[in-house]
T-cell receptor
Framework: SQQGEEDPQALSIQEGENATMNCSYK?????LQWYRQNSGRGLVHLIL?????REKHSGRLRVTLDTSKKSSSLLITASRAADTASYFC???????????FGTGTRLKVLA | GAVVSQHPSWVICKSGTSVKIECRSL??????MFWYRQFPKQSLMLMAT?????????EQGVEKDKFLINHASLTLSTLTVTSAHPEDSSFYIC???????????FGAGSRLTVL
């Protein structure tokens, strides 16, 4: 399977703490994206990082990408209860619109 | 921003019947749409790529006669689960992207329960 792996599978933290989740993938990519999914809903795009970028910020989100290790991390700072959701990485390959999703991290932020 | 509407959001049907799920891009044209399947607490598995005006491209292991995809216009793709069985019960999600854009916009998903 080409599916990426994410860890941890589940993460429970207190409000205000930072949450870090990691994604590893198998193929060469031209970009990597992170999506969020609330229970029973569709996915919402959070951030995209291109293969020639190493770090990107968007609000409380910080994404890093290490193409030599085929890995990425998503950091959510100062977490809130509303951040409770599942987070997925998705990798895109050059020349195709197909994206392969990672296994996901279920984040629970306790108020 | 780009919006994708998926309908119905949930459906219950009897075993042996067929169910159609619609995916519409509301404010943009999508030459390509994607259909995913998601089991509880698991990731999204790409089922097929839907191409406007041509046949869909199915991923390995997905039965094309079981999951019929039609992309008749630039704003509508449909997934029909034919002769549904309980093992077809799942959460089906579609997505689309603006031409030339990398970001996928997802529908809210359709939960299918086959009795």
């Amino acid at each position: 399977s080409q599916q990426g792996e994410e860890d941890p599978q589940a993460l429970s933290i207190q409000e205000g703490e930072n949450a870090t989740m990691n994604c590893s993938y198998k193929t060469s990519i031209n970009n990597l994206q992170w999506y969020r999914q609330n229970s029973g809903r569709g996915l919402v795009h959070l951030i995209l990082i291109r293969s020639n970028e190493r770090e990107k910020h968007s609000g409380r989100l910080r994404v890093t990408l290490d193409t030599s290790k085929k890995s990425s991390s998503l950091l959510i700072t100062a977490s809130r209860a509303a951040d409770t959701a599942s987070y997925f990485c998705a990798t895109g390959t050059t020349g195709t619109y197909k994206y392969i999703f990672g296994t996901g991290t279920r984040l629970k932020v306790l108020a | 921003g780009a919006v994708v509407s998926q309908h119905p959001s949930w459906v219950i049907c009897k075993s042996g019947t067929s169910v159609k799920i619609e995916c519409r891009s509301l404010d943009f044209q999508a030459t390509t749409m994607f259909w995913y399947r998601q089991f509880p607490k698991q990731s999204l598995m790409l089922m097929a790529t839907s191409n406007e005006g041509s046949k869909a491209t199915y991923e390995q292991g997905v039965e094309k006669d079981k999951f019929l995809i039609n992309h008749a216009s630039l704003t509508l793709s449909t997934l029909t689960v034919t002769s549904a069985h309980p093992e077809d019960s799942s959460f089906y999600i579609c997505s689309a992207s603006l031409s030339g854009a990398n970001v996928l916009t997802f529908g809210a998903g359709s939960r299918l329960t086959v009795l």
